[in-house]
Protein backbone atom coordinates (compact mmCIF):
# COMPACT_ATOMS: atom_id res chain seq x y z
CA UNK A 1 0.00 0.00 0.00
CA UNK A 2 1.10 3.86 -0.82
CA UNK A 3 -0.71 6.91 0.06
CA UNK A 4 -1.37 7.86 -3.05
CA UNK A 5 -3.15 4.21 -4.01
CA UNK A 6 -5.50 3.40 -0.96
CA UNK A 7 -8.31 4.38 0.46
CA UNK A 8 -7.16 3.58 4.10
CA UNK A 9 -5.35 6.91 4.03
CA UNK A 10 -8.13 8.53 6.07
CA UNK A 11 -9.41 8.76 9.60
CA UNK A 12 -11.03 5.53 10.93
CA UNK A 13 -14.62 7.54 11.91
CA UNK A 14 -14.97 8.24 8.32
CA UNK A 15 -15.60 4.06 7.73
CA UNK A 16 -17.48 3.88 10.61
CA UNK A 17 -19.82 6.37 9.95
CA UNK A 18 -20.06 5.45 6.81
CA UNK A 19 -20.81 2.13 7.97
CA UNK A 20 -23.84 3.20 9.66
CA UNK A 21 -25.20 5.24 6.88
CA UNK A 22 -24.98 1.92 4.72
CA UNK A 23 -26.89 0.22 7.63
CA UNK A 24 -30.00 2.79 7.93
CA UNK A 25 -29.97 3.30 4.43
CA UNK A 26 -28.75 6.93 4.74
CA UNK A 27 -27.37 7.34 0.85
CA UNK A 28 -29.45 10.49 0.24
CA UNK A 29 -26.97 13.33 -1.53
CA UNK A 30 -25.41 15.18 0.50
CA UNK A 31 -23.72 18.53 -0.18
CA UNK A 32 -20.01 18.81 1.95
CA UNK A 33 -18.14 22.18 1.29
CA UNK A 34 -14.56 22.88 1.98
CA UNK A 35 -13.29 26.38 3.54
CA UNK A 36 -11.24 27.93 5.60
CA UNK A 37 -12.64 29.29 8.67
CA UNK A 38 -9.72 32.69 9.60
CA UNK A 39 -6.78 33.74 8.20
CA UNK A 40 -3.27 33.59 10.24
CA UNK A 41 -1.76 36.22 11.80
CA UNK A 42 -0.89 38.49 9.45
CA UNK A 43 -2.17 37.19 6.40
CA UNK A 44 -4.62 38.69 4.28
CA UNK A 45 -5.84 36.12 2.13
CA UNK A 46 -5.51 32.61 0.68
CA UNK A 47 -4.39 31.28 -2.96
CA UNK A 48 -6.56 28.38 -3.70
CA UNK A 49 -4.90 25.15 -5.00
CA UNK A 50 -4.44 21.34 -4.84
CA UNK A 51 -8.10 20.66 -6.76
CA UNK A 52 -5.97 18.69 -9.73
CA UNK A 53 -4.82 16.31 -6.74
CA UNK A 54 -8.58 16.48 -5.28
CA UNK A 55 -10.04 15.40 -8.84
CA UNK A 56 -7.42 12.48 -9.47
CA UNK A 57 -8.19 11.17 -6.05
CA UNK A 58 -11.60 11.05 -6.62
CA UNK A 59 -11.21 9.73 -10.04
CA UNK A 60 -9.35 6.50 -9.01
CA UNK A 61 -11.39 6.70 -5.53
CA UNK A 62 -11.69 2.47 -4.24
CA UNK A 63 -11.22 -0.14 -2.20
CA UNK A 64 -8.49 -2.51 -3.31
CA UNK A 65 -8.45 -6.23 -2.05
CA UNK A 66 -5.24 -5.34 -0.49
CA UNK A 67 -7.25 -2.90 1.71
CA UNK A 68 -10.06 -4.86 1.78
CA UNK A 69 -7.90 -7.79 3.08
CA UNK A 70 -6.81 -5.87 6.32
CA UNK A 71 -10.36 -4.07 6.88
CA UNK A 72 -11.73 -8.02 6.98
CA UNK A 73 -8.72 -9.21 9.42
CA UNK A 74 -9.73 -6.21 11.83
CA UNK A 75 -12.95 -7.78 12.58
CA UNK A 76 -13.93 -4.67 13.20
CA UNK A 77 -16.77 -4.21 9.89
CA UNK A 78 -19.11 -6.80 9.17
CA UNK A 79 -19.01 -8.30 5.80
CA UNK A 80 -21.81 -6.84 3.99
CA UNK A 81 -20.16 -3.13 4.94
CA UNK A 82 -16.93 -4.63 3.22
CA UNK A 83 -19.26 -6.03 0.02
CA UNK A 84 -20.37 -1.72 -0.23
CA UNK A 85 -16.87 -0.37 0.29
CA UNK A 86 -15.44 -2.92 -2.74
CA UNK A 87 -17.87 -1.78 -5.05
CA UNK A 88 -17.89 1.72 -3.99
CA UNK A 89 -16.34 4.34 -6.47
CA UNK A 90 -17.09 8.15 -6.33
CA UNK A 91 -20.34 8.71 -8.33
CA UNK A 92 -20.14 12.57 -7.55
CA UNK A 93 -20.76 16.09 -9.01
CA UNK A 94 -17.28 18.92 -7.82
CA UNK A 95 -17.74 22.44 -8.16
CA UNK A 96 -14.52 24.42 -7.09
CA UNK A 97 -12.94 27.75 -7.28
CA UNK A 98 -9.82 27.27 -9.63
CA UNK A 99 -6.53 26.86 -8.62
CA UNK A 100 -4.77 30.47 -8.44
CA UNK A 101 -7.80 31.99 -7.43
CA UNK A 102 -7.73 34.26 -4.65
CA UNK A 103 -9.88 33.99 -1.49
CA UNK A 104 -11.05 34.42 1.95
CA UNK A 105 -12.55 32.89 5.05
CA UNK A 106 -15.67 30.77 4.84
CA UNK A 107 -15.87 31.47 1.54
CA UNK A 108 -15.94 27.36 -0.10
CA UNK A 109 -13.06 26.66 -2.10
CA UNK A 110 -14.52 23.42 -3.26
CA UNK A 111 -17.94 21.31 -3.25
CA UNK A 112 -19.17 17.93 -3.61
CA UNK A 113 -22.61 16.63 -4.39
CA UNK A 114 -22.64 13.14 -4.05
CA UNK A 115 -24.48 9.95 -2.07
CA UNK A 116 -23.71 10.41 1.53
CA UNK A 117 -21.35 7.01 2.35
CA UNK A 118 -19.34 8.48 -0.71
CA UNK A 119 -19.17 12.12 -0.11
CA UNK A 120 -18.12 11.39 3.62
CA UNK A 121 -15.49 8.60 3.03
CA UNK A 122 -13.54 11.09 0.86
CA UNK A 123 -13.59 13.90 3.42
CA UNK A 124 -9.91 13.66 5.00
CA UNK A 125 -8.10 13.20 1.85
CA UNK A 126 -9.94 15.91 0.09
CA UNK A 127 -8.99 18.17 3.43
CA UNK A 128 -5.61 16.53 2.91
CA UNK A 129 -4.65 17.88 -0.06
CA UNK A 130 -6.71 20.94 -0.30
CA UNK A 131 -5.09 22.40 3.25
CA UNK A 132 -1.28 21.62 2.37
CA UNK A 133 -1.29 22.90 -0.92
CA UNK A 134 -3.64 26.03 -0.28
CA UNK A 135 -1.42 26.74 2.97
CA UNK A 136 1.98 26.34 0.55
CA UNK A 137 0.81 28.66 -2.44
CA UNK A 138 -0.65 31.43 0.27
CA UNK A 139 2.82 31.82 2.07
CA UNK A 140 4.48 31.65 -1.58
CA UNK A 141 2.49 34.46 -2.61
CA UNK A 142 4.27 36.35 0.35
CA UNK A 143 7.32 35.58 -1.13
CA UNK A 144 6.20 36.78 -4.59
CA UNK A 145 4.80 39.76 -3.36
CA UNK A 146 8.01 40.87 -0.83
CA UNK A 147 10.14 39.73 -4.54
CA UNK A 148 8.90 42.69 -5.87
CA UNK A 149 9.54 40.43 -9.50
CA UNK A 150 12.58 38.99 -9.27
CA UNK A 151 12.32 35.64 -9.55
CA UNK A 152 12.41 32.74 -6.77
CA UNK A 153 13.27 28.99 -6.61
CA UNK A 154 11.99 26.30 -4.38
CA UNK A 155 14.95 24.87 -2.53
CA UNK A 156 12.82 23.29 0.36
CA UNK A 157 12.28 19.46 -0.50
CA UNK A 158 14.91 18.35 2.39
CA UNK A 159 13.06 19.89 5.11
CA UNK A 160 9.70 19.12 3.84
CA UNK A 161 7.50 17.12 6.23
CA UNK A 162 7.97 13.70 3.72
CA UNK A 163 8.11 13.14 0.24
CA UNK A 164 4.51 13.98 -0.80
CA UNK A 165 4.58 17.26 0.94
CA UNK A 166 7.97 18.14 -0.87
CA UNK A 167 6.54 17.23 -4.01
CA UNK A 168 3.19 18.92 -3.86
CA UNK A 169 5.00 22.24 -2.42
CA UNK A 170 7.01 22.42 -5.51
CA UNK A 171 4.05 22.16 -7.42
CA UNK A 172 1.93 24.93 -5.19
CA UNK A 173 4.67 27.36 -4.93
CA UNK A 174 5.27 27.23 -9.01
CA UNK A 175 1.53 27.76 -9.71
CA UNK A 176 1.80 30.70 -6.95
CA UNK A 177 4.92 32.25 -9.45
CA UNK A 178 7.40 30.50 -8.65
CA UNK A 179 9.78 30.22 -10.67
CA UNK A 180 10.84 26.48 -10.49
CA UNK A 181 12.19 24.39 -8.11
CA UNK A 182 15.48 21.98 -7.21
CA UNK A 183 13.03 19.13 -6.64
CA UNK A 184 14.05 17.19 -9.66
CA UNK A 185 10.59 14.67 -9.53
CA UNK A 186 8.59 18.14 -9.42
CA UNK A 187 9.70 18.95 -12.49
CA UNK A 188 9.51 15.16 -13.85
CA UNK A 189 5.72 15.15 -13.05
CA UNK A 190 4.57 18.55 -13.00
CA UNK A 191 6.78 20.04 -15.85
CA UNK A 192 8.28 22.86 -13.29
CA UNK A 193 11.78 23.65 -14.77
CA UNK A 194 14.47 23.02 -12.00
CA UNK A 195 17.25 24.62 -10.80
CA UNK A 196 20.59 23.38 -8.82
CA UNK A 197 23.59 24.81 -7.99
CA UNK A 198 26.39 22.88 -5.48
CA UNK A 199 26.67 22.41 -2.00
CA UNK A 200 29.32 23.32 0.25
CA UNK A 201 30.37 19.57 0.70
CA UNK A 202 31.37 19.87 -3.27
CA UNK A 203 33.53 22.85 -2.34
CA UNK A 204 35.39 21.03 0.74
CA UNK A 205 35.79 17.59 -1.43
CA UNK A 206 38.42 19.24 -3.43
CA UNK A 207 41.88 20.74 -1.88
CA UNK A 208 41.00 24.64 -3.00
CA UNK A 209 38.08 26.36 -4.23
CA UNK A 210 39.17 27.33 -7.64
CA UNK A 211 39.28 23.53 -8.34
CA UNK A 212 35.61 23.01 -7.24
CA UNK A 213 34.64 25.79 -9.53
CA UNK A 214 36.18 24.05 -12.53
CA UNK A 215 35.26 20.96 -12.11
CA UNK A 216 31.55 21.77 -11.52
CA UNK A 217 31.61 24.30 -14.25
CA UNK A 218 33.30 21.45 -16.93
CA UNK A 219 30.65 19.13 -15.76
CA UNK A 220 27.53 21.29 -16.43
CA UNK A 221 29.09 24.28 -19.00
CA UNK A 222 25.99 25.56 -19.35
CA UNK A 223 24.51 25.60 -16.27
CA UNK A 224 27.60 27.53 -14.42
CA UNK A 225 26.30 29.04 -10.40
CA UNK A 226 28.89 29.18 -8.26
CA UNK A 227 28.33 28.56 -4.29
CA UNK A 228 31.54 31.18 -3.18
CA UNK A 229 30.49 31.35 0.84
CA UNK A 230 31.88 28.01 1.72
CA UNK A 231 35.04 29.63 3.35
CA UNK A 232 35.76 33.12 2.50
CA UNK A 233 32.58 34.90 0.09
CA UNK A 234 34.72 38.06 -1.23
CA UNK A 235 37.99 35.68 -1.78
CA UNK A 236 35.73 33.59 -3.47
CA UNK A 237 34.65 36.43 -5.76
CA UNK A 238 37.59 37.16 -6.70
CA UNK A 239 38.29 33.72 -8.06
CA UNK A 240 35.52 33.03 -9.46
CA UNK A 241 36.79 36.45 -11.53
CA UNK A 242 40.32 35.11 -12.03
CA UNK A 243 38.88 31.58 -13.15
CA UNK A 244 36.74 33.56 -15.84
CA UNK A 245 39.32 33.57 -19.01
CA UNK A 246 39.84 30.49 -18.79
CA UNK A 247 36.79 29.24 -18.67
CA UNK A 248 35.58 31.30 -21.57
CA UNK A 249 38.49 29.99 -23.35
CA UNK A 250 36.55 26.51 -23.22
CA UNK A 251 33.64 28.33 -23.62
CA UNK A 252 31.73 28.30 -20.63
CA UNK A 253 30.35 31.66 -19.07
CA UNK A 254 29.86 31.88 -15.04
CA UNK A 255 26.01 32.54 -15.20
CA UNK A 256 25.67 33.27 -11.39
CA UNK A 257 27.25 33.16 -8.03
CA UNK A 258 25.25 31.80 -4.82
CA UNK A 259 25.32 33.25 -1.16
CA UNK A 260 23.92 31.13 1.49
CA UNK A 261 25.02 33.26 4.95
CA UNK A 262 26.11 35.42 6.74
CA UNK A 263 24.70 39.37 6.06
CA UNK A 264 23.54 38.14 2.88
CA UNK A 265 22.86 42.65 1.48
CA UNK A 266 26.66 43.66 2.49
CA UNK A 267 27.92 40.59 0.73
CA UNK A 268 26.10 40.99 -2.57
CA UNK A 269 27.12 44.48 -2.68
CA UNK A 270 30.61 43.27 -1.87
CA UNK A 271 30.66 40.44 -4.17
CA UNK A 272 28.79 42.79 -6.96
CA UNK A 273 31.44 44.92 -7.19
CA UNK A 274 33.91 42.45 -7.46
CA UNK A 275 32.58 40.94 -10.28
CA UNK A 276 31.58 44.13 -12.40
CA UNK A 277 35.14 45.02 -11.39
CA UNK A 278 36.64 41.91 -13.07
CA UNK A 279 34.27 42.07 -16.67
CA UNK A 280 31.14 39.76 -15.13
CA UNK A 281 28.44 42.28 -14.85
CA UNK A 282 26.39 39.49 -16.52
CA UNK A 283 27.13 37.21 -13.97
CA UNK A 284 23.99 37.23 -11.33
CA UNK A 285 23.64 36.85 -7.84
CA UNK A 286 21.23 33.87 -6.24
CA UNK A 287 20.64 34.30 -2.27
CA UNK A 288 19.71 31.38 0.28
CA UNK A 289 19.52 30.50 3.47
CA UNK A 290 16.61 30.83 5.87
CA UNK A 291 14.77 32.89 3.89
CA UNK A 292 11.41 34.01 3.86
CA UNK A 293 9.16 37.07 2.44
CA UNK A 294 10.58 38.98 5.76
CA UNK A 295 13.83 38.73 4.93
CA UNK A 296 13.21 38.61 0.94
CA UNK A 297 11.21 42.20 1.50
CA UNK A 298 14.22 43.82 3.64
CA UNK A 299 16.71 42.63 1.34
CA UNK A 300 15.16 43.90 -1.47
CA UNK A 301 14.25 47.53 -0.10
CA UNK A 302 17.27 47.98 1.19
CA UNK A 303 18.55 47.73 -2.47
CA UNK A 304 20.57 44.62 -2.27
CA UNK A 305 22.21 43.43 -5.91
CA UNK A 306 20.42 40.14 -5.78
CA UNK A 307 18.98 38.73 -8.54
CA UNK A 308 17.14 35.90 -7.68
CA UNK A 309 16.17 34.14 -4.08
CA UNK A 310 16.01 30.38 -3.47
CA UNK A 311 13.50 30.10 -0.41
CA UNK A 312 13.42 26.17 1.18
CA UNK A 313 12.36 25.58 4.99
CA UNK A 314 10.11 28.42 5.88
CA UNK A 315 7.95 28.49 2.36
CA UNK A 316 7.42 24.45 2.05
CA UNK A 317 6.59 24.37 5.78
CA UNK A 318 4.60 27.65 5.64
CA UNK A 319 7.24 28.12 9.10
CA UNK A 320 4.87 30.90 10.45
CA UNK A 321 1.62 29.55 9.95
CA UNK A 322 2.21 26.05 9.46
CA UNK A 323 -1.49 24.96 9.23
CA UNK A 324 -5.03 26.22 7.74
CA UNK A 325 -8.33 26.54 10.29
CA UNK A 326 -9.96 24.45 7.55
CA UNK A 327 -13.41 22.66 7.69
CA UNK A 328 -15.37 19.96 5.15
CA UNK A 329 -18.76 20.43 6.35
CA UNK A 330 -22.03 19.11 5.72
CA UNK A 331 -24.30 22.27 4.21
CA UNK A 332 -27.19 20.14 2.75
CA UNK A 333 -28.77 16.50 2.84
CA UNK A 334 -31.17 15.05 0.96
CA UNK A 335 -32.83 18.10 0.15
CA UNK A 336 -32.69 19.59 3.81
CA UNK A 337 -30.27 22.28 4.74
CA UNK A 338 -27.67 21.90 7.53
CA UNK A 339 -25.42 24.14 9.81
CA UNK A 340 -23.79 23.72 12.60
CA UNK A 341 -24.35 26.14 15.36
CA UNK A 342 -21.12 25.09 17.50
CA UNK A 343 -20.02 28.52 19.54
CA UNK A 344 -17.09 29.83 17.10
CA UNK A 345 -17.67 27.02 14.32
CA UNK A 346 -20.76 28.17 13.28
CA UNK A 347 -21.48 27.51 9.35
CA UNK A 348 -23.52 28.71 6.58
CA UNK A 349 -25.74 26.38 5.31
CA UNK A 350 -26.72 25.14 1.78
CA UNK A 351 -25.07 25.10 -1.69
CA UNK A 352 -23.44 28.61 -2.09
CA UNK A 353 -21.53 30.71 -4.64
CA UNK A 354 -19.28 33.32 -4.46
CA UNK A 355 -19.62 36.72 -6.58
CA UNK A 356 -16.46 38.90 -6.60
CA UNK A 357 -17.33 42.58 -7.53
CA UNK A 358 -14.01 44.72 -8.93
CA UNK A 359 -13.71 48.45 -8.10
CA UNK A 360 -12.82 51.17 -10.67
CA UNK A 361 -9.23 50.23 -10.78
CA UNK A 362 -9.93 46.61 -11.56
CA UNK A 363 -8.70 46.03 -7.56
CA UNK A 364 -10.63 43.43 -5.70
CA UNK A 365 -13.69 45.60 -4.25
CA UNK A 366 -15.94 42.92 -2.62
CA UNK A 367 -17.19 39.28 -2.56
CA UNK A 368 -20.60 37.94 -1.47
CA UNK A 369 -21.70 34.91 -0.59
CA UNK A 370 -24.86 33.46 -1.22
CA UNK A 371 -26.77 30.51 -2.30
CA UNK A 372 -26.69 28.62 -5.41
CA UNK A 373 -28.97 30.16 -7.99
CA UNK A 374 -29.13 33.70 -6.52
CA UNK A 375 -27.50 35.43 -9.16
CA UNK A 376 -25.55 38.94 -8.07
CA UNK A 377 -23.56 41.32 -9.50
CA UNK A 378 -19.53 40.36 -9.76
CA UNK A 379 -18.09 37.44 -11.37
CA UNK A 380 -18.79 33.99 -10.06
CA UNK A 381 -15.96 31.86 -8.76
CA UNK A 382 -17.12 28.50 -8.27
CA UNK A 383 -17.28 26.41 -11.31
CA UNK A 384 -18.56 23.08 -12.19
CA UNK A 385 -15.33 20.67 -12.80
CA UNK A 386 -17.23 17.11 -12.31
CA UNK A 387 -20.21 15.61 -13.25
CA UNK A 388 -21.31 11.64 -12.07
CA UNK A 389 -17.67 11.22 -11.38
CA UNK A 390 -16.10 12.49 -14.63
CA UNK A 391 -14.03 15.63 -15.14
CA UNK A 392 -15.76 18.02 -17.34
CA UNK A 393 -13.35 18.77 -19.46
CA UNK A 394 -9.40 18.46 -19.40
CA UNK A 395 -7.31 20.14 -16.58
CA UNK A 396 -5.60 23.61 -17.43
CA UNK A 397 -1.72 23.21 -17.42
CA UNK A 398 0.45 24.53 -14.81
CA UNK A 399 1.07 27.34 -16.64
CA UNK A 400 -2.73 28.13 -17.30
CA UNK A 401 -3.12 28.21 -13.32
CA UNK A 402 0.33 30.36 -13.17
CA UNK A 403 -1.51 32.85 -15.83
CA UNK A 404 -4.63 33.23 -13.24
CA UNK A 405 -2.81 33.05 -10.12
CA UNK A 406 -0.39 36.35 -11.67
CA UNK A 407 -3.71 38.02 -13.01
CA UNK A 408 -5.12 37.25 -9.37
CA UNK A 409 -2.16 38.68 -7.47
CA UNK A 410 -2.51 41.54 -9.99
CA UNK A 411 -5.99 42.25 -8.57
CA UNK A 412 -5.00 42.50 -5.20
CA UNK A 413 -5.84 46.23 -3.61
CA UNK A 414 -2.37 47.41 -2.22
CA UNK A 415 -3.36 46.72 1.26
CA UNK A 416 -4.07 43.13 0.64
CA UNK A 417 -0.60 42.86 -1.16
CA UNK A 418 1.37 43.79 1.80
CA UNK A 419 3.27 41.48 4.80
CA UNK A 420 1.19 43.46 7.48
CA UNK A 421 -2.03 42.23 8.43
CA UNK A 422 -4.39 44.84 6.90
CA UNK A 423 -7.91 45.65 7.33
CA UNK A 424 -9.99 42.39 6.43
CA UNK A 425 -11.13 42.29 3.00
CA UNK A 426 -15.29 42.21 2.80
CA UNK A 427 -16.96 39.06 2.05
CA UNK A 428 -20.58 39.83 2.86
CA UNK A 429 -23.04 37.53 4.00
CA UNK A 430 -26.10 37.84 1.21
CA UNK A 431 -29.67 37.78 2.23
CA UNK A 432 -30.39 34.81 0.63
CA UNK A 433 -28.30 32.75 2.24
CA UNK A 434 -28.91 34.63 5.90
CA UNK A 435 -32.91 33.53 5.12
CA UNK A 436 -31.41 29.67 4.20
CA UNK A 437 -30.04 29.68 7.72
CA UNK A 438 -32.88 30.78 9.67
CA UNK A 439 -34.81 27.84 7.97
CA UNK A 440 -32.03 25.04 8.42
CA UNK A 441 -32.43 26.24 12.52
CA UNK A 442 -35.85 25.72 12.33
CA UNK A 443 -34.74 21.63 11.78
CA UNK A 444 -32.57 21.79 14.57
Known sequence: MTPSTTSLLTDLYELTMTQAYLAHNMTGEAVFEFFVRKLPTRRNFFMAAGLEQVLSFLEQFHFSEGDLAWLEERGRFPPETLIAFRAMRFTGDVHAMP?????????????????????????????NLLNFQTMVASKACRCILAASGKPLIDFGLRRSHGAEAGLLAARASYLAGF??????????????????????????????ETTAFLHIAQSQPHHVVLLIDTYDTEAAAERVVMLAPELKRQGIAIHGVRLDSGDLGAHARKVRHILDRGGLEETTILASGNL??????????????????????????????????????????????CRKRSEGKATWPGRKQVYRRLGPDGRLAQDTITVEGDTLPGRPLLRQVMEGGRRLAPSPSILEIRDRARLALSELPDTLGQLDQAEPYEVRISGALERLAQQADRYT
Open 179 to 208: AGTSNVLAGAQFAIPTYGTMAHSFVQAHRD
Open 292 to 337: DEERIEALVTSGAPIDRFAVGTAMTTSADAPYLDCAYKLQEYAGRP
Open 99 to 127: EGTVCFPHEPILRITAPLPQAQLVETRVM
